[in-house]
């Protein structure tokens, strides 16, 4: 019998109630000695599937897949039951069917003060909690790897704003780490603040989902490394059942490449309608030029005539000079057309810009006010580039005439330059992307009110210009640059609102000799001799005028709006006439057809073309017909007179 002290004083308990509370008690208990099972329970039994025969005498280590484990669960005991009373580790043990089992064991010794009297271990079965756990953690692996491998930025937020997670692709998308964002809380984010998206973020924080609008988001703030990017953020939170918030989700959908393709597509449609506009400006140029040459020639042949009728008397002298300069001027706004939208091909040849900026010098010097001081920097020796002369004209017109508009009101100075520079070693200095070589630096230099920030980037487009009306047509700078780009060349800009501006024009240096290609306006018109000329052109008062012109000079004049019946007069009287004139755009018949059939009658009369422009093409094909000579309206009465005299003797130019 064994006595127990109770409340209503000591029991006698039987050894066979003991044995039977050994047996039933619902969980496994195990006695060994000497790491051999001597006694063992019911519920152990069932728990590892034995019966009790086949556990006891055998060794501790029946229930262990490896030594390993076996060695370690019985070092952990052992060491730790000397100093306790009871200890217990988890371990996993193999039934007898093959299956494992997840325990904790908890053993003592049944005499504390004797290891040899053996120990007793409890097994509780846990392998239903560890199959959860496990569960758990795959889900949660599958969960983060879903996350991890998800093509948008994800960030969980506790309840208080502070970040707990972010994925890859928050890490790529922001550049940032998971260390560059410890300490981040996006409830103190300013720059989510300043751009208005607070009350949505704030939304999302008391349980309710959100989203923010599509933007143009600056990265360099708290979060970042200064990436521009086009996002929208969505938040929704994550409740628990009694719906307080346990996470807060943010999601950001990456437009960034949309955004950026859109705006290529956009700018692309901006050059396709700018080339569509500028292939009507060309379409139109061509006829403007035809018809307003026409139209000049008449003022200009007119013009002339007067100033023979009027040579003594200065005033009206001085009043149809004046007419004379406004129709070059209209000349010269037409050529500007014409190079604008590339109508006019440019005859290139060697040249030096230093005699055309002394002209220009010369011709602003007269007509600027005296606030305004002109001052020239020449090289000793001449830079020779690949160029048309009348487009260099053109080209320091144009800046020398805006920058005296930028110090009308306040006068300052206009500095035109010319230097060598070597594009390798400048090339970082000079940010352009011409290739390495020698160059000619072109700098216009104005004192004037200079070009806002704003408008830097529109001075080339067409059209654009801050001028009143009536003080200019905005083509001008969008002809420089085509002038520059067509000869190879760069153009750079610098300047500062209050502090003037600073043209540079890049153009590459050749080796060769200049040539003097500039056709002046000779004072001596040389006479006719009576010989007779045929004149062609749809025009009446371009016939008109050039009839009067070329009677004048005492020639016999036929004239002719028709080439059709021009061509018939020809082959009535063809050796009757000694020259034949015709312009190039006419109905019915082009000027080269024309020629073709004058070619085709005889070969021995010269033929004059005249034409408002000349096309590529039409140069080839003046090459191809062998015309004698080509005359650019609006024409000059001296031109006209040189150029037939010239023919008419036998002169080759």
């Not at 093509?151 to 890490?171: C, H, L, M, R, W």
């Not at 597509?265 to 379409?283: V, Y």
């Not at 000349?331 to 900026?357: C, G, H, M, N, Y």
Request: proline share 4%; aromatic share 6%.
């Amino acid at each position: 019998m064994t006595e127990i002290e109770g409340s209503t004083g000591r029991r006698s308990i039987s050894e066979s109630l003991l044995t039977s509370i050994f047996r039933t008690i619902p969980i496994g208990v195990s006695f060994a000695i000497n790491r051999v099972f001597v006694q063992v329970n019911q519920t152990l039994c069932e728990l590892l599937g034995y019966t009790e025969q086949e556990i006891l005498e055998q060794s501790t280590r029946m229930f262990y897949d490896s030594d390993d484990e076996y060695e370690r669960v019985s070092r952990e005991l052992y060491s730790q039951l000397a100093g306790s009373e009871r200890t217990s580790v988890e371990t996993h043990l193999v039934r007898k069917d093959g299956t494992v089992l997840f325990v904790i064991l908890t053993a003592a010794y049944l005499k504390a003060d004797d290891p040899e009297a053996g120990h007793i271990v409890t097994i509780q079965d846990i392998t239903k909690r560890k199959l959860a756990e496990e569960a758990l953690r795959e889900s949660e692996n599958r969960i983060r790897g879903i996350l991890e491998q998800a093509p948008f930025s994800i960030q969980v937020y506790s309840p208080e704003g502070d970040i707990i997670y972010t994925n890859k692709a928050f890490e790529k998308l922001w550049s940032v780490s998971q260390e560059d964002m410890k300490g981040y809380n996006i409830l103190q984010d300013r720059q989510i603040e300043a751009l208005g998206f607070m009350p949505a973020v704030q939304q999302a924080f008391e349980g309710k989902p959100s989203t923010t609008p599509t933007v143009e988001y600056d990265a360099e703030s708290t979060v970042g490394k200064g990436n521009l990017l086009v996002v929208q953020g969505i938040f929704y939170p994550v409740l628990d059942a009694n719906d307080a918030i346990l996470y807060v989700i943010l999601i950001h959908l990456d437009f960034t490449e949309q955004a950026r393709v859109e705006k290529e597509r956009k700018r692309l449609e901006e050059r396709l309608q700018q080339a569509q506009k500028m292939e009507a400006i060309g379409t139109l140029a061509g006829g403007v030029a035809h018809d307003f040459n026409n139209i000049l020639s008449s003022i200009m042949g007119y013009s002339e005539l007067c100033l023979h009728e009027v040579r003594n008397n200065p005033k009206a002298t001085r009043h149809t000079e004046q007419i004379l300069k406004a129709a070059d001027r209209a000349r010269d706004l037409v050529q500007q057309i014409l190079t604008f939208s590339r109508k006019a091909e440019p005859e290139k040849r060697p040249l030096s810009l230093a005699p055309i900026i002394k002209e220009i010098v010369k011709f602003m010097r007269a007509s600027l006010p005296t606030t305004i001081e002109i001052r020239q920097v020449m090289p000793e020796t001449p830079h020779v580039i690949m160029a048309d002369p009348s487009q260099m004209h053109q080209v320091l017109m144009n800046l020398c005439t805006n920058a005296s508009h930028a110090m009308k009101e306040s006068g300052g100075i206009l500095e035109i330059g010319l230097r060598q520079v070597e594009m390798e070693a400048n090339a970082a200095l000079l940010r352009t992307p011409l290739p390495e070589g020698r160059y000619m630096e072109l700098s216009v230099r104005d004192t004037g009110h200079g070009i806002p920030q704003q408008n830097l980037g529109k001075i080339f487009d067409p059209y654009f210009t801050t001028k009143q009306q009536g003080e200019g047509t905005g083509l001008g700078l969008s002809v420089v640059h085509g002038i520059v780009k067509d000869h190879n060349g760069e153009i750079r800009v610098d300047s500062e609102e209050g502090k003037g501006a600073h043209f540079r024009i890049y153009l590459p240096l050749v080796e060769g000799e200049v040539e003097n290609g500039k056709q002046e306006i000779k004072k001596f018109v040389p006479p006719g001799r009576g010989e007779t000329i045929l004149f062609i052109d749809d025009e009446e008062m371009v016939v008109d005028v050039s009839s009067e012109m070329l009677t004048d000079l005492g020639y016999r004049v036929l004239t002719e709006t028709d080439p059709v019946k021009a061509i018939d007069l020809l082959k009535n009287d063809i050796r009757g006439i000694d020259i034949v004139i015709t312009d190039k755009t006419m109905p019915h018949m082009t000027g080269f057809e024309v020629v073709t059939a004058i070619k085709n009658m005889s070969r021995d009369i010269p033929v004059i073309l005249c034409s408002g422009f000349l096309a590529k093409s039409d140069l080839e094909k003046i090459a191809e017909l062998n015309i004698d000579r080509v005359i650019v309206k609006p024409i000059r009465m001296s031109v006209l007179a040189h150029a037939v005299r010239e023919l008419l003797d036998g002169i080759k130019m």
